[in-house]
């Protein structure tokens, strides 16, 4: 009798908990919200560089790096696919700040001692010409489409305008003390200048080339980031070099969101392009700081040799680079996409997104696909799901993934900007598989050279770029109506 009721016991307390875990896992998601889980970068390696390594920037294709060697007044073409020096262009003088245009076409490169900027050919990874601004050029960017250029003139106290179709400076626009930092709105119609020397910015209002407001900030502003337009907030990240903080700011009207601790004298800063993790370099205590940029909580801090100078988050954002001047190298920190936990709320229109490097992630059917990295929503079976950038999978909700076949041994993918096209390589046959996303079939098959590595789009979605190992080149195709 004893026996007989310990078993009863034990069955009835295996049933409880058989359905207290199927209720969770069951009631649970309608109740979370969206979080990106983070897992911590990791320093796996350098890159060998020139002396006194600077400057630093990524390709808008990710398939290049350029680093402006400040001490030897050259710059680095480093190759992503095979991690080595493809090209080391001379420049002119002390070379600091360096920019790829997004039309991949050519790069701009600030040399602060000789008072030019080098255009260099991407094509050719030669200089083409040298642009006179005098003073000392700091640092240079771009408009999303490529036709102006705009340099912080470190000692001139402006910010010169260059038109990059006749390659002159077209407007000196005077700004606060000692320029640094600059960046680009993510709609091309803003830009935001750090004067060091002021502790202030300066917005410049692209259209009129003329500077619309001058807001106070930390001390010895060094480095000014805006969010992306992937990401879940429209935000300006600004690095107070002296006060050793960063201070956040709505995009949209300035207003001070908040600010918080780094390290000492945090000189760079650069988000990964979903906006969710914010890297920081601190000069001084020889390290990068890692943050969730929505939320500012601290994801880790990762120890460098002496001298870490500039930070780059390539496209893609699997990787972060640093500059680091003692050991002429670019300390290579690898990236990990967070993960998501997705919220049920009311039912809407049926809307999929697509998810970006996931071969097979498809729609749901007669479901429209968006951009890849749109704040946008998902809904199956009558459940909204959020999606939230950087979802590297797609779960449970979605149902059953449709399978489309491909050459063999596909190893690498890129989707284009509107989320319609999905380009596979495949390694073994050396092929690249166009796949329809909507129709889940594969519409094109294209050769490529001996062993292909990786593949890229352009932010355009004009060209297919595939790097082939095999043959030690790269083949670039004309997507067509393919994007």
Do not use: W
């Not at 990106?36 to 350098?46: E, S, V």
């Not at 076409?105 to 642009?131: E, R």
């Not at 920081?280 to 601290?298: C, E, K, L, R």
């Amino acid at each position: 009798m004893m026996k007989l009721k310990r078993f009863i016991e034990s069955k009835v307390l295996f049933i409880f908990f058989g359905l207290f875990i199927f209720c969770l896992f069951s009631v649970l998601p309608a109740y979370v919200n969206s979080v990106h889980a983070f897992i911590a970068p990791k320093l796996t390696g350098n890159i060998s560089v020139g002396n006194f390594p600077y400057g630093v920037t990524f390709s808008p294709n990710g398939n290049y790096v350029l680093v402006a060697n400040s001490d030897d007044n050259t710059v680095s073409v480093v190759s992503m696919a095979t991690k080595g020096i493809v090209a080391s262009i001379k420049v002119g003088s002390r070379p600091t700040g360096v920019a790829v245009a997004p039309s991949l076409t050519f790069a701009y490169v600030c040399n602060t001692a000789s008072g030019n900027i080098s255009l260099l050919n991407m094509s050719t990874f030669t200089k083409a010409l040298n642009i006179n601004t005098g003073g000392s050029p700091v640092n240079v960017v771009f408009t999303p489409d490529s036709k102006l250029a705009f340099v912080t003139n470190i000692h001139n106290n402006r910010v010169d305008v260059i038109n990059t179709i006749r390659n002159t400076v077209i407007k000196k626009i005077s700004v606060g003390k000692s320029p640094q930092g600059i960046a680009v709105s993510p709609n091309g119609k803003i830009v935001v200048v750090t004067n060091a020397g002021g502790s202030s910015l300066s917005v410049i209002n692209v259209s009129s080339l003329s500077v619309i407001r001058t807001i106070r900030t930390g001390n010895n502003p060094t480095s000014v980031a805006f969010s992306s337009k992937f990401s879940p907030k429209d935000y300006l990240y600004v690095a107070s070099g002296k006060e050793n903080k960063i201070y956040v700011y709505n995009a949209k009207d300035f207003a001070r969101i908040t600010s918080f601790k780094t390290l000492a004298d945090p000189s760079s800063i650069a988000l990964t392009p979903d906006g969710t993790m914010l890297f920081a370099v601190n000069y001084q205590d020889m390290a990068v700081s890692v943050y969730n940029a929505i939320s500012f909580n601290h994801v880790e801090t990762i120890k460098l040799p002496a001298g870490p100078m500039n930070v780059a988050v390539s496209p893609d954002g699997s990787t972060a680079l640093v500059t680091v001047t003692s050991n002429s190298k670019m300390a290579f920190i690898k990236i990990k996409k967070p993960t998501v936990v997705y919220a049920k709320v009311a039912p809407v229109s049926p809307v999929v997104t697509g998810i970006p490097g996931a071969v097979g992630a498809k729609s749901i059917a007669g479901a429209a696909v968006t951009s890849p990295y749109s704040r946008s929503s998902v809904v199956s079976g009558g459940r909204l799901f959020k999606y939230m950038p950087s979802a590297s999978y797609i779960p449970k909700p979605f149902g059953k993934l449709a399978t489309v076949y491909t050459g063999k041994g596909p190893t690498a993918e890129a989707i284009t900007p509107d989320g319609k096209y999905l380009y596979v390589i495949n390694t073994q046959d050396a092929t690249l598989s166009v796949i329809d996303v909507a129709k889940e079939e594969v519409i094109k098959t294209i050769k490529v050279g001996d062993y292909p590595s990786a593949v890229s789009i352009s932010p355009d979605g004009h060209y297919c770029f595939v790097v082939n190992s095999g043959t030690n080149t790269v083949t670039i195709i004309s997507t067509g109506n393919y994007y």
